[in-house]
């Protein structure tokens, strides 16, 4: 069975420092992994993807991901924060070896950026 | 380009009624899913399809039907509302492994 793990329900970062925020995943096979993000009343966007080559990803809005196999982990990262930031983001994992191409998310990190 | 709309984006529902969340995708993908999402929580798979006529359950499929008998459509039925069923329902869509999903905007339902 697949599963994700983000093991922070909150991250705080002041504007335009570094912001990190963390997950880790569990797959049979070869990981297919994915970063969405969420604004208030609206539905999941996505920011970036790891499927194969290499392991620094870049995405939307200066977002990047760095995939270790090693630790099975795939943080998002951006160099400086903006308040515009702040919203709830999920990792999701899609194991290659799953019938029925499903996704399985993580519980999701809210991202809270102080001017 | 509309991409995933869902409709209503609101609803109230007294125990025990009935109602279809309609979720309509002009992107044709093949894939289609809903999930519930429930105050600080993640994302559960409720029900998933693969192409027109092709139906499966997810995580938590109890509660709810679907069909899908068009490649654009994919409602999500609630037969006999109850109290757990009070969440935010996501549409989302894909064209296959690698590709990212694309989710509506939600429906909040309340049962009361």
């Known amino acids: 069975a697949q599963s994700v793990a983000q093991p922070e329900d909150q991250v705080n970062v002041a504007e335009g420092n570094p912001l990190t925020v963390k997950c880790t995943y569990s797959?049979?096979?070869?990981?297919?992994l994915f970063w969405y993000v969420q604004y208030p009343n609206r539905g999941l966007q996505f920011l970036l993807k790891y499927i194969t080559g290499d392991n620094l990803v870049k995405g939307s809005y200066g977002f990047e991901a760095e995939f270790n196999k090693s630790q099975t982990s795939f943080h998002l990262k951006k160099p400086s924060a903006l308040v515009s930031d702040s919203a709830l983001y999920f990792c999701?994992?899609?194991?290659?070896?799953?019938?029925?191409?499903?996704?399985?998310f993580g519980g999701g990190t809210r991202l809270m950026v102080k001017p | 380009n509309a991409g995933v709309t869902q409709t209503p984006k609101f609803r109230i529902l007294k125990i025990g009624q009935s109602m279809t969340l309609q979720c309509t995708q002009d992107?044709?993908?093949?894939?289609m899913y809903w999930y519930r999402q429930d105050p600080g929580m993640g994302l559960k798979l409720i029900y998933y399809?693969?192409?027109?006529?092709?139906?499966d359950k997810g995580e938590v499929p109890n509660g709810y039907n679907v069909s899908r008998s068009t490649t654009e459509d994919f409602p999500l039925r609630l037969e006999l509302a109850a109290p757990s069923q009070t969440s935010v329902y996501f549409c989302a869509s894909d064209g296959g492994h690698v590709s990212p999903l694309h989710f509506g905007n939600g429906t909040r339902l309340t049962v009361t």
């Open positions: 399809s693969v192409g027109a006529g092709i139906t």
């Open positions: 992107m044709n993908h093949n894939y």
């Open positions: 797959v049979s096979g070869n990981p297919y």
């Open positions: 999701a994992v899609r194991d290659l070896g799953n019938a029925g191409n499903m996704l399985t």
